[in-house]
């Protein structure tokens, strides 16, 4: 298949187009470099061995947006493009839902002038809310997220239950992620955070690379096994994968639109994350226990059970090898990417 990766100079975008590559599919990105650095596309391509085609404009322009679809073949969709800080949608919610609901608009609607049904949609385990019952399982109503960021996949995920229940032949898979980490095994491409990385990982790995002096861990006081906050870590090249194989499952999906969990299933707390990466590095990594952070959960992770069965996709990787891999990506760009 020949694929639109919209957000493909992004962490997951990124590592998603050579998992495309990989798989024999072809591959064209839309990218406006809002959170991404153009020295993505040189990486991907030394990598692959292969032209991959960008095109560096945002997709709430809708006539850049319908153009690009008479210009290109394109057979599929895979949508990452969005803001996607959560505490940034929270100060700014007017912005992140104009943003990310625009830019979906604009792709659903030059797909259907052009005839393009194929949809992969970047979700998150976030529309699960405060009160399903771990671990997460896709069947669960009702979506609800805390934050406007999240509160966005929500109305997304509704969109595209509406379009694809009335447009015949549209087949939709909602991929809601847990916590994706890791990078490439090449060390090439990775995280790169503008700013104070929000995140525990990149936040762990800037630490080891002596860009932070220490983490901060955000409450040891919840009812969990070590009193931190536990968590769904899947390695991105295993989110990768995920992608790739519920583009090749679209046409045997039961139903127009389908959610899929792509977790472990495994919860891993703050410190065994942190004493992770302290094997992996060879360094003792300072922290200090601070207050919880607003809006935290205690303890989430995923039932993968559906898409381990429909997709025949499973997480492998290990967090030994999500440190391993985090770290020879951070230690070789100490900075992430040159810029422009
Ligand atoms: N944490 C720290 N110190 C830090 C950063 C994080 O202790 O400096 C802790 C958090 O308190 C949390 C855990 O590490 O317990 C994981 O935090 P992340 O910010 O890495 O991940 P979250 O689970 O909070 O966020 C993820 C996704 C969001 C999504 C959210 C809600 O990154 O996109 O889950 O499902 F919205």
Redesign the pocket.
């Known amino acids: 298949m020949r694929v639109l990766v919209s957000g493909g100079a992004g962490y997951i975008g990124s590592h998603t187009v050579l998992a495309l590559l990989d798989a024999g599919h072809d591959v064209v990105v839309v990218d406006d470099f809002s959170n991404s650095k153009p020295t993505v596309q040189g990486r991907l391509e030394a990598l692959s061995g292969k032209h991959v085609p960008f095109h560096a404009f945002d997709l709430t322009d809708a006539d850049k947006t319908e153009q690009l679809f008479v210009h290109e073949q394109i057979d599929a969709v895979i949508h990452f493009a969005g803001f996607?800080a959560?505490g940034e949608s929270v100060s700014e919610p007017l912005r992140y839902y104009q943003n990310n609901l625009d830019a979906t608009f604009s792709l659903l609607r030059a797909m259907q002038r052009s005839g393009v049904s194929k949809f992969v949609f970047s979700s998150?385990?976030?529309v699960y809310g405060e009160n399903a019952p771990v671990p997460y399982q896709e069947d669960y109503e009702y979506l609800s997220a805390s934050?406007p960021?999240?509160q966005t996949k929500v109305v997304i995920e509704r969109v595209l239950s509406d379009v694809a229940a009335v447009h015949e032949g549209w087949k939709v898979a909602l991929l809601r992620y847990f916590?994706p980490v890791g990078a490439h095994p090449s060390g090439q491409i990775g995280e790169d955070p503008q700013g104070i990385?929000?995140?525990?990982?990149p936040?762990i790995a800037q630490v080891a690379v002596g860009r932070r002096e220490r983490?901060?861990?955000?409450?040891d006081d919840y009812p969990t096994a070590d009193g931190?906050?536990e968590?769904d870590y899947i390695h991105v090249m295993d989110l990768a994968e995920g992608h790739v194989a519920a583009l090749e499952h679209l046409g045997d999906l039961a139903e127009p639109v389908r959610a899929f969990n792509l977790g472990t299933g495994t919860g891993t707390s703050?410190l065994q994350m942190l004493h992770a990466f302290e094997r992996a590095t060879g360094k003792e990594l300072p922290y200090e226990v601070g207050p919880r952070?607003a809006g935290?959960l205690a303890a989430f992770w995923a039932d993968p059970a559906r898409a381990n069965t429909e997709l025949g996709w499973r997480a492998t990787r290990t967090i030994d090898e999500i440190c391993a891999d985090t770290w020879r990506w951070q230690s070789a760009n100490p900075q992430g990417y040159p810029g422009a």
């Open positions: 996607k959560v998150s385990a976030t934050s960021y999240g916590n990385p929000n995140n525990l990982m936040f983490l901060t861990v955000f409450g931190t906050c968590r703050v952070r935290d």
